[in-house]
């Protein structure tokens, strides 16, 4: 096998993130150098405190966790979205302690630092809004360059929105953030509501991965009744999306996805604030994915997961 990748998750977790955490954990072709928080479905100390309680889980004590921003660049900050990942992240699971604690570093300078000792070689995976790393886009000039690649998931081409009609919730709860991102020139992909909205899973995919796997599939299958509880109340009955998951596969797994080049811009007021938009400013493309092979994706999420305690 070629060597893993090198790959720091920035997350809010949140339920799709853990699920996207365990299975970075279970892959053998990652290596996960550090976890760093966001407000989005949680506050950022409750993200904090959940990253470092998803690392203990997964028996993965020495990844690093940076705590990162507690609040979007120009926006006011918005309240977590309890109704989709629970009054604590994790759905009906109860909040827990954990025994670690965060790195001294901001997530930000963390970043910034593991992107230069790692020029070339880290991958980067923002799984909430991009705060976090539009701010180490500022503290380091050479983080663009120095980073391998920037795997978000956030955004929607052509799919609309999932927060207001034309924005995905990560871009919209900081839409200022989202624009220095995708103007800096870095190589970036976007993983998208065009491809996540296609990936898919069940109660029963949940509980085969509790029937794999105890211990930690037991948790994500508790957790996952409460997020597909949600999906059902705004009418969707044949399952829940993988965002998350989705863009840590993309990271290992191109192939199961296709992708155009496209200049984006994001709106950061207005009706179409947060959106993601053609851009014909002249600004380097990114690659979107667009289309995608959505069982293969969802076999691969479930062998890994499979492969868990
Ligand atoms: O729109 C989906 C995204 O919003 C996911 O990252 C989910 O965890 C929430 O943050
Ligand atoms: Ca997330």
Redesign the pocket.
Known sequence: MTQPIKLIIDT?P????AMAIFYAAAAPDIELVGLTSIF??VTTEQATRNALRLLEWADLPDVRVAEGASKPRALPAFPP?HN??GDEGFGTLLAETPKGQACDESAAAFLARMAREYKGELVVCP???LTNIADALDLDPDFASNVARIVL??GSLDEGG??TPHA???IYHDPHAAERVFASGANITMVG?DV?HRILCTAEDFDAIEAASPRLGGIINEMSRFYLHFYTTVGKHDGC?L??PAAVIACTHPDLFTAQSVSVIVPCDGDTAGATQRAHDGRAAVNVLMSVRSEDVKRQFIDEMSKLS
Request: glycine share 16%.
């Open positions: 809010d949140g339920i799709d993130d989005g479905n979205s989709v990942h799984i909430g809004p998931m956030g999932n927060i995905e919730a990560n509501l996540t999306s965002h998350d």
